[in-house]
């Protein structure tokens, strides 16, 4: 009986001490999970786009994108005037806004059949002399041109000696002139003594429909011994000292011009089949150096 009880009291003491640890772990706390470390915050890298205008080999240094509500006047002048420009044009050059104006990021130069001025029609010139001349470099123009009998339109370049010069000694660099009369033609130039107006020494670019259904790039892309021109980037003329049969005048800053002229000697004149107001829209004018 001894044995037993001894027995007995020793299961007894065992189950008390079971007992008492299994209660000891569930009054203890668990241990807590270690918290996941927080990602380091890593700036995001938002690429810069490249500005549409940037071309390989160029570097831009002039431009006029026509943002805003006036003409940039830092950049343009209007030239005013019905003195027919040494063309027998009909217009009158102003600088109301019904012939020039911005437009959703445009320049709009507006042809109008009106009386003013003592003339029978009114349109725009608006010229960068005085403002910005440069030698050398590729100056182009995103254009959409006017249609029609006696309508001329022009992106074009005089030398900025041209006070002392004179024309053509100043010399003359046509970047895109169209005529109304040719609308699958557009043409370019270069006037210098020697080889001036009708004289003058050129090139012209075909489309197989009017130049005037869409908007299209004109260029040139001047060196000191050689013109290139340019449309929607396809090379159609260059022009070289031997080229000329009178002195090369493309040695200095010129400065650019835009018009839209009505009638002329070249174009000719409206006629009944001519309607107004035509419009010369310009996108952009962009000026680069190598």
Known sequence: MKIAAKSMFVLVMGL????????????????????????????????????EWQREGWTLTWQDE????????????????GNGWGNAELEYYSDRPENSRLEAGMLIIEAREEDFMGKA??????????????AYGRFEARLKLPYGQGIWPAFWMLG?????????????????????????????????????????????????KPVSDDFH????????EEIRWYFDDALYFTVTPDDVPGEWVYDHPFFMILNLAVGGYWPGYPDETTTFPQQFIVDYVRVYER
């Open 66 to 81: 026509f943002e805003g509500s006036e003409i940039d006047a830092s950049k343009w002048t209007h030239e005013l005037g």
């Open 160 to 208: 900025d000696n041209l006070s002392t010069a004179g024309w053509p000694g100043s010399g003359e660099i046509d970047i895109m002139e169209h005529i109304g009369r040719e609308p699958m033609i557009a043409y370019g130039t270069v006037h210098g003594p020697g080889y001036a107006g009708a004289d003058g020494v050129g090139g012209s670019y075909t489309l197989d």
């Open 121 to 134: 029609y009114t349109s725009a010139r608006l010229i960068t002399r005085d403002k910005f001349t440069q």
């Open 16 to 51: 008390l001490l079971l007992l008492f640890i299994v209660t000891a772990c569930g009054l203890a706390s668990p241990p807590s999970p270690t918290a996941a470390p927080l990602p380091t915050a890593t700036a995001t890298l938002v690429p810069t786009s490249t500005p």
């Open 217 to 224: 790039v004109f260029a040139v892309e001047w060196e000191p």
